[in-house]
């Protein structure tokens, strides 16, 4: 049984940082694009951050870029995200998401097999 267990989140001020990370089991996820959603209060999930297996290439979402980084530790089974210069608009629940379709689009939740249950980030003074 595949499972993703997000954790790392919490309460932070506005330019503050936080790195979150997901555990992955069941599965080797060496060969699994791996990627960050976030959904807020009221509004839609949205893609955040992606790492492809294959290439180790990596998507952003424009609100983010130059802020966070993904990255994975293929040993441990993890990927993290480093998240830094933090914004009272990044409050959100962030999921970690897996699939090892060659045929994935990173950027859309739909395409996604696997989710974790998701960690809250908060962003206030």
């Known amino acids: 049984q595949v499972q993703l267990v997000e954790s790392g989140g919490g309460l932070v001020q506005p330019g503050d940082s936080l790195r979150l990370s997901c555990v992955g089991s069941g599965r080797t996820f060496s060969r699994y694009t791996m990627g960050w959603f976030r959904q807020a209060p009221g509004k839609e999930r949205e893609f955040v951050a992606a790492i492809r297996w294959n290439s180790d290439s990596t998507d952003y979402a424009d609100s983010v870029k130059g802020r966070f980084t993904i990255s994975r530790d293929i040993p441990k089974n993890t990927v993290y995200l480093q998240m830094n210069s933090l914004k009272p608009e990044d409050t959100a629940v962030y999921y970690c998401?897996?699939?090892?379709?060659?045929?994935?689009?990173?950027?859309?939740?739909?395409?996604?097999?696997?989710w974790g249950r998701g960690t809250q980030v908060t962003v206030s003074s």
């Open positions: 998401a897996a699939d090892a379709s060659t045929r994935l689009t990173p950027t859309r939740a739909g395409g996604y097999n696997y």
